[in-house]
């Protein structure tokens, strides 16, 4: 990790571990001084991310049964890498100054294990607040395809669940789920709101980025699996 620089750090993070983690990320180095509110905005948009393993492995093989996720873990990473590109600063902006590292002690220990406890408070209680919110969406009349959606809207990890027990064709359903996905739902917004607190990025212009990516990550499922699937 001492060859890479926070920045880095905090992209590949957000990139291997899924939501929420690049908001951390980029929310903890805001805070540090170690980028600017400016950059953190822009980081948060494409580093925080639906990890590999769960667009492989849950959507992908459990949800979909699609053996071959790689093409399709391209078209949901691809957008966001294109972001990166177009958006994310070549040095951090104003060179803002990184705060002093604390060493090692009972009292740095502390504050770490706090913060994680306070974080993991936050996520648990999103998740709690959008499952009961699911549960609810399931009594409406609705056409269940509509419903199934409504559910990813709410709840990604519920609504791709759904639609791959509808046994929907995978040019209808892999294009929604990895769409999805891409967004987040509603709980991960809620869960990066949470832990973006503090640290003056704001929720909304994420939210309406990350809505772009997935339905350009659903463009770009569909039209592989169209063209080449």
């Given at each position: 990790m001492n060859h890479f620089s926070p920045r880095t750090c905090g992209i590949l993070m957000g990139?291997?571990?899924?939501?929420?983690?690049?908001?951390i990320w980029a929310s903890s180095l805001v805070k540090s001084g170690r980028i600017s509110v400016s950059e953190g905005q822009k980081m948060v948009i494409f580093c925080n991310q639906p990890s590999p393993m769960f667009l492989i492995g849950y959507i992908g093989i459990q949800c979909l049964g699609i053996s071959r996720g790689l093409p399709l873990l391209v078209c949901a990473l691809l957008p966001a890498f294109l972001a990166a590109l177009l958006i994310l600063p070549k040095a951090p902006e104003n060179a803002p100054t990184p705060e002093p590292i604390l060493p090692l002690s009972l009292e740095s220990?502390?504050?770490?294990?706090?913060?994680?406890?306070e974080t993991l408070v936050k996520i648990g209680g999103y998740i709690l607040l959008f499952s009961i919110l699911a549960s609810w969406i399931t009594l409406l009349p609705l056409p269940e395809l509509t419903q199934a959606v409504f559910l990813g809207l709410c709840e990604m990890t519920t609504g791709t669940g759904v639609l791959g027990s509808k046994h929907l064709p995978t040019l209808l359903a892999a294009p929604i789920c990895f769409g999805l996905a891409s967004f987040g739902g509603f709980s991960c917004v809620g869960q990066t709101g949470g832990c973006l607190k503090g640290s003056g990025i704001r929720l909304f212009p994420y939210m309406i980025a990350r809505a772009i990516l997935g339905v350009i990550t659903a463009a770009l499922c569909y039209c592989y699996l169209y063209f080449l699937g």
């Open positions: 990139f291997l571990c899924g939501y929420p983690m690049g908001a220990f502390e504050r770490c294990f706090l913060d994680s406890c």
